[in-house]
């Protein structure tokens, strides 16, 4: 991805603050790290802390499930995929871009 | 928002593509295939989130065969009319009152179609309320916007001198027209964000943030690479030999560029720092490629002249 020109001050949110932004429960927020579809660090007092663009992954994790139906696993194929997607597209305009 | 003129509200079967006498299956593939290509995470266009709700609405609608029944005698405004009222007795009552068949009401017609009693407001019924559905009241909860981007086509002059501009984007509240501040030095590909103008949150989350992707245009004079700036430098065969002093012109106006003797074609003379500014460092160069160019026609003292170099000159430029 390019990056934004607005610097995000980047406060990390622990559980409680992140489960509390995305209505979410704690066990899934759990799970969803172990299925590697949320990032998280755990910090040396074992509490795990979120940056804040993980509210957005979350956003579309609880979008794509409210709108295909899918379980989490299928969940973070399409986010992967969309992922590349946006990489491969990003890298295509960059080849079609005219001149050098 | 929500006593918002109706006008635009599009017949429901329209909106899926299907027929008014689609089956339920019909129905249902239409949607998950419109869903998909519209899905405000598969699809970053702004206008998507606003496309993928009315394919929703429609589908809410359509999918439910006493709603669909109820929608298909009454008219997109369906919802105004009690559960006892039947079909057709209303039918019959809209055409004595001249108005169009209920049936075949288009978005167009149905806006003002019946009851102009009940207004341009929906009978306290506010449109977000239903469509709080789709993403919000499955027992979701609130969710954060989906990030939304769409390109930006910049002049070289713009992404030099940075600038504001208005720009127009088709949203789930309308055109909304936003102004967009361009930073001096942005490059092509770089992202403009625009927090809190993205896809709408449910339930009182936030919106997410729009991107806009800056896309610099082709120029007739300068070729853009990140920042550096790069522009053809004619020279006559005397002035590359003898060297000479040009004017080149550059976003901040004429430069004078000295070309020393002996240059040929291919070479590159820098204008330091004469490329695109960067907002927190080096601005990028600027570029002369000399390029010599011979007449197409030689007047006779030119090509006396020019034979007479060939005649005297040991120069071989395929020598190896």
């Known amino acids: 991805m390019g990056y934004a020109l607005v610097l995000v001050r980047s406060a990390s949110l622990n559980l409680e603050a992140f489960t509390r932004a995305t209505g979410t429960h704690p066990d899934l927020v759990r799970r969803l790290i172990a299925l590697g579809i949320l990032e998280a660090d755990r910090d040396a007092a074992g509490e795990l802390w979120f940056a804040p663009s993980q509210v957005a992954v979350m956003g579309r994790v609880q979008r794509l499930r409210a709108g295909f139906g899918l379980n989490y696993a299928a969940v973070g194929l399409v986010t992967d995929l969309l992922d590349r997607i946006a990489i491969l597209e990003a890298a295509l305009r960059e080849a079609r871009r005219p001149g050098r | 928002m929500p006593n918002g003129p109706r006008a ?169 027209t936003l102004d967009v501040r361009i930073p001096a030095g942005v490059t092509d590909g770089q992202r403009i964000r625009l927090a809190g103008q993205g896809g709408r949150g449910s339930e009182g989350a936030p919106n997410g943030d729009l991107y806009f992707v800056a896309r610099i245009a082709p120029h007739p004079r300068y070729r853009v690479d990140g920042r550096d700036l790069y522009v053809d430098l004619p020279l006559a065969p005397w002035e590359a030999a003898l060297g000479t002093s040009v004017a080149v012109e550059t976003p901040r106006g004429e430069m004078k560029v000295k070309v020393p003797a002996g240059t040929s074609t291919g070479k590159r003379l820098r204008l330091r720092h004469h490329g695109l500014p960067h907002p927190r460092g080096g601005a990028g160069h600027l570029y002369a490629e000399v390029r010599i160019v011979v007449p197409a026609k030689l007047t006779d003292e030119e090509r006396r002249l020019f034979e007479q170099l060939a005649a005297v000159s040991t120069f071989d430029p395929r020598r190896r």
């Open chain 2, 8 to 176: 635009d509200r599009r017949d429901f079967y329209q909106v899926l593509g299907v027929p008014r006498t689609a089956t339920q299956d019909e129905i249902q593939r239409a949607y998950r295939t419109l869903a998909r290509q519209h899905h405000p995470d598969v699809n970053k266009d702004p206008a998507a989130e606003d496309r993928f709700k009315e394919i929703s609405e429609a589908y809410d609608v359509l999918s439910d065969p006493q709603t669909r029944r109820r929608y298909d005698a009454f008219g997109p405004d369906f919802r105004q009319v009690p559960e006892d009222v039947d079909p057709e007795a209303f039918q019959r009552s809209r055409v004595g009152a001249g108005t169009a068949g209920a049936g075949q009401a288009r978005g167009a017609g149905g806006a003002g179609g019946f009851g102009t009693g009940l207004g341009g407001d929906l009978g306290g019924i506010d449109i977000e309320d239903l469509l709080g559905g789709i993403f919000g009241g499955r027992g979701f909860g609130p969710i954060r916007g989906a990030d939304q981007e769409t390109e930006l086509e910049l002049t070289v002059e713009e992404a030099f001198q940075g600038g504001h501009r208005s720009v127009t984007l088709e949203g789930p509240d309308g055109r909304r």
